[in-house]
């Protein structure tokens, strides 16, 4: 393993949660903290506690980050677990150089042109249970950053990450809310015994515990990514798949390897962003949408005014629309990136259709005064559900764990609300594992 500085930050968040229900949109989510060496950040408070004792213990942020991100699927089962899947961005400070890898659960290789049309037409199933899962590759992506830019052992960080599962946690308002409106899951007998208790989701300050869940964390830290894609747990992942009509099968386990490439980029008012090439969807959204935003002077604009809003929806509106008709899995489609984010692109939207409004009027909403380069970049990243991007980046809903040196962004997903879809059970020792589907489509799904 290499030991570096390092500065990184690890975003766990649901496909959707910004277009879903209620119980995420606190009266305040984002709260700014300053600080001026360590952090961690999740929106979990047990999960991030774990990063600390982890930084504690002597552990870079890549470390605390990917014991945050194991930690999640305990506390976060939404968002953050091991049959889902997603992005990172690490930047190596000693090398000055990004790298992007993409750990996106991807389809199973078997599925025929007839299974493509029967899961089309048939939306429950391929939305729930086994013919909806895709190959997961989160402890893939977790493992092999670690392996490459972590400092402690990867037994030693998932130490207090088993015994959380252990000893169990005191599910949360959050975690509570989020299963009552996930009705998928009473559509598997052990997602309802985890997450239900006498016909009901688990009241707050029950104390849920998940021995299956820390066996599988045991066998991970015992024998890595061996355990999860051709060992242990590999084989009860398979065995539940024949018994339920499930596409997976060892040799999609054994074949998936996380991707390392180059991130896309842009400027904006002379400050570079970077975001995760294709498949990710969101990323080239936001690239786009910046560009044509900085063709505007809302110097002026304060940060919740119509005019800014306005500005900032039709912005968003092109680079979604563009995703809808471009966005793909590299391996299997020509995504035009460099074009879809080329600052001659957004040039040619035109600014009177962009401008127009039937309700051009002051600012709706009470505001300090002008609106910041980094106050833009903050609402747009915001608005597409990504957390914050600050020049000190920081995110909300979110895992950040940093120390001077790499700063790494890593979003995985559950590809739809709570992302409980199978928790692997076939016997004895079963796993825990929360499974997730890909998009409808050869190799990787995308989002983000």
Avoid: C
Avoid at 95 to 101: C, F, M, S
Avoid at 283 to 300: D, K, M, R
Avoid at 337 to 362: M, Q
């Amino acid at each position: 393993m290499i030991h570096k500085n390092t500065f990184f930050s690890l975003l766990f968040l649901s496909l959707n949660s910004w277009a879903q229900v209620s119980y995420i949109d606190y009266p305040s989510p984002f709260h700014p903290t300053i600080g001026s060496s360590g952090m961690v950040v999740s929106q979990n408070q047990a999960s991030s506690d774990i990063g600390v004792e982890i930084l504690n213990m002597g552990g870079n942020a890549v470390d605390a980050a990917v014991a945050v991100g194991f930690s999640l699927a305990t506390t976060l089962p939404r968002a953050g677990n091991l049959g889902g899947g997603g992005f990172m961005l690490v930047y190596l400070s000693d090398e000055q150089k990004t790298i992007a890898v993409d750990f996106r659960s991807a389809a199973p290789k078997n599925l025929s042109n007839n299974d493509f049309l029967f899961l089309k037409d048939n939306y429950d199933q391929r939305r729930y249970g086994y013919k909806a899962s895709g190959v997961p590759g989160t402890v893939a992506g977790l493992l092999q950053t670690h392996d490459r830019y972590g400092k402690l052992p990867l037994k030693k960080i998932l130490q207090p990450v088993i015994k959380q599962a252990s000893k169990g946690i005191l599910v949360s308002y959050d975690l509570n809310q989020a299963i009552g409106s996930a009705d998928q899951i009473n559509l598997d007998k052990e997602s309802k015994n985890i997450y239900y208790q006498d016909g009901s989701p688990v009241k707050e300050h029950f104390l849920m515990k998940r021995p299956y869940l820390a066996w599988t964390f045991r066998e991970i830290a015992k024998n890595g990514e061996e355990a999860f894609y051709t060992g242990s747990i590999a084989k009860k992942i398979v065995k539940a798949m024949k018994q339920n009509g499930g596409y997976i099968n060892a040799k999609d386990l054994k074949d998936y390897k996380p991707r390392f490439a180059e991130p896309i980029q842009t400027t904006y008012r002379n400050h570079k962003v970077l975001a995760h090439p294709p498949p990710a969807g969101g990323a080239a959204v936001l690239l786009e949408g910046l560009n044509i935003l900085e063709n505007f002077s809302t110097n002026e604009l304060t940060p919740n005014s119509a005019n800014f809003l306005h500005l900032f929806a039709e912005a968003l509106q092109r680079g979604h629309m563009d995703r809808s008709r471009f966005m793909g899995d590299p391996e299997f489609y020509d995504v035009p990136i460099e074009k879809i984010i080329s600052k001659e692109i957004s040039k040619k939207n035109d600014p009177l259709t962009i401008t127009r409004s039937t309700t051009w009027t002051e600012s709706w909403m009470a505001s300090p005064g002008p609106v910041t380069v980094a106050e833009h970049l903050n609402l747009f990243i915001k608005g597409l559900g990504m957390g914050t991007a600050d020049i000190v980046p920081g995110v909300s809903g979110g895992t950040i764990a940093f120390i001077t040196g790499i700063y790494h962004s890593l979003l995985t997903a559950i590809s739809s609300i709570n992302g409980i879809k199978v928790v692997q059970k076939p016997f004895g020792n079963p796993s825990g594992v929360v499974h997730t589907h890909p998009r409808l489509w050869p190799g990787r799904g995308q989002f983000g």
